[in-house]
Each structure stands twice: as structure tokens, then as C-alpha cells.
T-cell receptor, first 114, second 116 residues
Framework: DAKTTQPPSMDCAEGRAANLPCNHS???????VYWYRQIHSQGPQYIIH???NNETNEMASLIITEDRKSSTLILPHATLRDTAVYYC???????????????FGAGTRLAVHP | DTGVSQDPRHKITKRGQNVTFRCDPI?????LYWYRQTLGQGPEFLTY????????KSRLLSDRFSAERPKGSFSTLEIQRTEQGDSAMYLC??????????????FGPGTRLLVL
């Protein structure tokens, strides 16, 4: 899987948008970008994923650049409960074994403050 | 709750003892994964099952570790002769792989192991 680079930490004021960047300059054409988050002492929580089009769901929006070398996760109105470590992961979509494990980096520690 | 469940949530044991963890995946999910997470690090892949077949094992999975998924539903992870270095959060995830498409893994709450 391609490696990703994320800032180690970010701050955001409650109610404001949180924009979390991720660089994946060596991403291949068949690799998806996945975002998970992990709130302290809990299991990782799936947020969103995309291939090349921007995606939106009830939790967040995912903006992928046209060259697919970077992406941004947007939490439109951050709350204190969004304080967590956010992981950006790229992985191949496929059915065969060996390509399906998630490789987590260090992630971005997002702190939302009042 | 129809999410992934893990039992126990916490386990304290003495070095040298055996421990077993259980994971119940989301119903009808055909893939099940085990990960390990140590303090301050992201989760690391240990092994995964497609139905009852164990298809990949990480080099992290020493011969003291064994995992099973006997009927393609729940899975167990056993650690024999535990060592202090085994202290970690053990995470289980499940997914539905339908071939040729995307696969999203959903994680359980984890089992936190402390080896004294």
C-alpha cells in the first residue's frame, strides 16, 4: 500500500470546520483513500472513503485532488466529541488476499476546543 | 447492537499464563481481521480470515499466537505463555468482501491486555 503523510497534530475551535490533510503522492490508480478515526481507548471508527471523486456522508466530506496525490477530510462543524486521532489510509480494492489489510500510520491528533 | 463485539474488554494476567480473546463479527461478514495496537502507535495487522480459512498471518504473529474461526462466524485469538511485551490492545474488524469492489472494515471496541 502507498504511504501516507499526515501532520501529527491539529487544533480546531468547536463549531468551526476541521480540515485534515493527507499526502499520498505514490498512490496507484486502483488504490482507494480511506479515513478512520480513533477516540481514546476505543476501536477505530470508519468515516469515509473515495477513489477519485469527492465524497460526502453524514460524518464528513472527502476532497481528493485531481492528480489524487493528496486529500482532505472535512468535518464541517467540529464538536468536542470529534477529538480523536484521524488516520488516512490508502489501499487496493481487490478480492485476493494480501491486499486487504489496513496499514495505519501515526495519524493526526485532532483537538477540538471550546 | 449489530456491530463487532469483543470479549473480554480488559484482561490482566501474569507472565507465562495463557489468554484467549473472542471476537463476534457483524452478521454475514465473511472476512475477519485481528490487529494489535500498542500505546501511541496505530493498529498493526496480525491475521485475517476469509470465512473459516486463515489466509494471511503477519510476522508479528509468533508461534505463541494462534487464531481460529471454526465455523466462519466468531473468532478466537489465543496467546500462550504471555510475555510483558504482549501488553497491547487487540482489535478485531470484520468486512463483507463481495469481489471486485470496495471493502470496508468495521472495528470492535478492542480487548486491552496487561501482562504483569
Amino acid at each position: 500500500d502507498a504511504k501516507t503523510t499526515q501532520p501529527p497534530s491539529m487544533d480546531c475551535a468547536e463549531g468551526r470546520a476541521a480540515n485534515l490533510p493527507c499526502n499520498h503522492s505514490t498512490i496507484s490508480g486502483n488504490e482507494y483513500v480511506y479515513w478512520y478515526r480513533q477516540i481514546h481507548s476505543q476501536g477505530p471508527q470508519y468515516i469515509i472513503h473515495g477513489l477519485k471523486n469527492n465524497e460526502t456522508n453524514e460524518m464528513a466530506s472527502l476532497i481528493i485532488t485531481e492528480d489524487r496525490k493528496s486529500s482532505t477530510l472535512i468535518l464541517p462543524h467540529a464538536t468536542l466529541r470529534d477529538t480523536a486521532v484521524y488516520y488516512c489510509i490508502v489501499r487496493v480494492a481487490g478480492f485476493s488476499g494480501g491486499y486487504n489489510k489496513l496499514i495505519f500510520g501515526a495519524g493526526t491528533r485532532l483537538a477540538v476546543h471550546p | 447492537d449489530t456491530g463487532v463485539s469483543q470479549d473480554p474488554r480488559h484482561k490482566i494476567t501474569k507472565r507465562g499464563q495463557n489468554v484467549t480473546f473472542r471476537c463476534d463479527p457483524i452478521s454475514e461478514h465473511n472476512r475477519l481481521y485481528w490487529y494489535r495496537q500498542t500505546l501511541g502507535q496505530g493498529p498493526e495487522f496480525l491475521t485475517y480470515f476469509q470465512n473459516e480459512a486463515q489466509l494471511e498471518k503477519s510476522r508479528l504473529l509468533s508461534d505463541r499466537f494462534s487464531a481460529e474461526r471454526p465455523k466462519g462466524s466468531f473468532s478466537t485469538l489465543e496467546i500462550q505463555r504471555t510475555e510483558q511485551g504482549d501488553s497491547a490492545m487487540y482489535l478485531c474488524a470484520s468486512s463483507l468482501a463481495m469481489g471486485g469492489g470496495q471493502e470496508t472494515q468495521y472495528f470492535g471496541p478492542g480487548t486491552r491486555l496487561l501482562v504483569l
